[in-house]
């Protein structure tokens, strides 16, 4: 492709949405059924192809034949989201879900080999994890129960749930025990849950299962919890369950808003997401001397290079502690 017009991207968002070929919408069908990908991440590929197909046919005034597809085009797609101010993890996620699904169309015999495996893409800056320190952890933990105190009560006026605050002490014991992600938190059931072993089964993506030791301190807070249920402890159902009249699954997105008042109740970031927990977990482990592959491992990672990151936190945090303390740094 040697044309490259420069198109604005609301002219190409105006264009009308183009229905998806027969290989976009297998590869979205395996996504969900045999990949086991996320909500989201099935979500973020479909938008991706759909973007991808509206600047093609704005392009030439077609749809794309994936087959035919060569290297340049996606470098002059690059060339064309660098242009109107995408970040790089706006990028690289467009460029990821093309990969994938080019993969996908090697398995099905479609294409010989991705045009797009060897677009260089713009590195991003190295931005090390947030995290919490022991002592921000230990006042997180302790902020849901600091709602119950004198006459606390909810916006709307009404009483504070005992049991939901108990339930959320739990969920903040378990994440920063186990290093779950939020949606492994939600999706976590009372058989998982090995009493005498303390291990938990995690789901994690990509529907691989991993097996992760979980605190006595947690396991306390989750039966603490159960005992205050009305309906006692829970038979074949989530560990953590929502106030509805269905009692399904606590939602990832009502979590999120719990934990920006904990943190503000804490007198911490509310911005902090409950990932960064899983960050904090892990930092605390190297600092404490857990080696890298084990973390690995706890963690669910697929490449060591992904967990790596957190030496670089405590490199860091080293690096700080020399300079402030020593005499001739």
Known sequence: MTSDPDHTVGAVAAAPPPVLDRWSREFLGHLNTERGASA??????????????????????????WAQLQRDDFRSYLRFLGRHNLGRAAIALRFSALRSFYRFLIRQGVVPTSPVKTVTLPKPPKRLPKFLTVRQMEDLLAAPLAGLTGTAVKRAGRPLSVVACYRDVAILETIYSCGLRISELAGLQVEDIDWNEQLVRIRGKGRKERLVPIAQTALKAIKHYWSLRPEGAPGKSPVFVAETRRHGAI?????????????????LDPSITPHQLRHSYATHLLDNGADLRSVQELLGHAHLATTQVYTHVSTERLKQAYLRAHPRA
Do not use: D, I
């Open 40 to 65: 989201y991440t099935q979500r973020n590929y479909r938008q991706a192809l759909m973007e991808f197909s509206v600047w093609w046919r704005h392009e030439r005034s077609a749809g794309p034949v």
């Open 251 to 267: 939602n990832p997105v009502m979590l999120q808003r719990r934990l920006k008042r904990y943190l503000a109740r804490a007198g």
